[in-house]
């Protein structure tokens, strides 16, 4: 699984140290929408995401939503509720296509810039293509599409060996 290997798997976003990446050189995010920002089931982004995404930006990250969802309302009103910009069109991850137009969007390097999602095969394998960092989350709902499922069973045993990091930088 090297090639597929996030940088770092944790439990949610709000477990992602964001003056580390900071102080790596990160200053831009790419960020999947559903099950990673908002659950699959829900309309809107949890309060811990919120406050997440705000912290970010007030540390100076530029922040960009990229999904795969097929329904273009869904994503332009969670980018608008968020305050983010986004990727207006199905992103086709794996392709890494729209995660280089996030990163254009943003004036982002790949070296300075992140991928955080819920999908091995989609999320970190574009992240991988695209040339980028990836950080892994555990998806916020079991709601998924039905295609989703297939690639669920697959991911949890190539994920078995990794261990899901629980802590963060103090949002939970």
């Not at 989609?122 to 980028?132: E, H």
């Amino acid at each position: 699984m090297t090639f597929l290997a996030p940088k770092r798997y944790v439990a949610s976003v709000d477990c992602i140290d964001l003056d580390e990446l900071y102080r790596s050189g990160k200053r831009a995010l790419l960020v999947d929408r559903d099950n990673t920002l908002v659950p699959r089931d829900a309309a809107s982004a949890p309060p811990e995401a919120r406050d997440w995404l705000d912290r970010a930006r007030r540390l100076g990250f530029r922040v960009c939503l990229v999904s795969n969802n097929w329904y273009r309302s869904q994503v332009e009103a969670s980018a608008r509720e968020l305050g983010i910009d986004h990727v207006i069109w199905c992103a086709m991850k794996p392709a890494p296509f729209a995660l280089w137009a996030g990163l254009h969007k943003l004036s982002a390097t790949r070296s300075e810039s992140l991928l955080v999602g819920d999908q091995l095969y989609t999320d970190v394998f574009a992240s991988r293509l695209a040339g980028i960092d990836s950080i892994l989350v555990k998806p916020q709902t079991h709601v998924d599409m039905w295609y989703t499922h297939a690639f669920r069973f697959f991911e949890r045993r190539a994920l078995r060996d990794l261990p899901c990091e629980e802590g963060g930088d103090g949002l939970r």
